[in-house]
């Protein structure tokens, strides 16, 4: 039971930006990188700084997967044939069971033609090498809650936040006062509960 709720309120993801990879196979270099990434707009920048980087190279391939319910994913093969890059890339950040990262591998080609067999290893490859130098970590699910109540009770949701080492967000503390926070999703129930429990505090998700 306990891994299940694991599951439910807790995923994986690596911690920042990892150092350049390199594979090589018959003359053709192939560069891994893995971003952590929150959006597509952070996507699309970490892309262009590669591209820039290696403007030179033939391929910028990737795969991306982004969100812990609500999730998002993308496999680009770039120019390959079909299914050899962006899908043995994306494979790897399933294999890690990892979410909001971005890989991405550049390939300059060596003259000889790999075949759809060897592009496909190599591109496997080369994100499982980026993942390998990767720092994963995990992190909780949250859900935020803004709590809106007036200043006499400002004790009782302060001694709340304390007790259950809630953390604060954003708070606007005058006569009607306002404190966003982050509660983790196995947790929400519970301290929603607890809060809309004292007359005149209102609790909502933001």
């Not at 911690?15 to 959006?39: C, I, M």
């Not at 496997?124 to 993942?131: C, G, N, P, R």
């Not at 999703?185 to 505090?201: R, V």
Request: net charge positive; with cysteine; hydrophobic share 35%.
């Amino acid at each position: 039971m306990p891994k299940l709720l694991n599951t439910k309120d807790t995923y994986k993801t690596i911690l920042k930006a990892t150092e350049e990879t390199l594979f090589k196979d018959k003359n053709s270099k192939f560069y891994g990188y893995a971003f952590p990434v929150s959006n597509e707009e952070s996507v699309k920048k970490s892309i262009e700084i590669l591209k820039k980087k290696h403007h030179s190279a033939r391929h910028w391939c990737y795969a991306y997967k982004i969100g812990t319910e609500n999730v998002k994913y993308r496999a680009n093969d770039d120019g390959e044939p079909n299914n050899s890059a962006g899908m043995p890339i994306y494979g790897q950040i399933q294999s890690y069971e990892l979410t909001n990262v971005l890989i991405v591998v550049v390939r300059y080609f060596g003259g000889v033609k790999l075949g759809v067999g060897g592009l496909i290893n190599a591109y496997k490859t080369s994100a499982q090498l980026s993942l390998e130098v990767s720092k994963i970590v995990e992190r909780t699910i949250n859900v935020v809650y803004l709590i809106t109540f007036d200043y006499i009770n400002m004790n009782k949701v302060m001694r709340l936040i304390k007790e259950h080492q809630l953390k604060i967000i954003d708070q606007k503390l005058e006569l009607n006062c306002q404190i966003t926070i982050s509660v983790r999703k196995g947790d929400c129930k519970k301290i929603k509960q607890l809060f809309e429990s004292i007359y005149g505090i209102l609790i909502k998700i933001v």
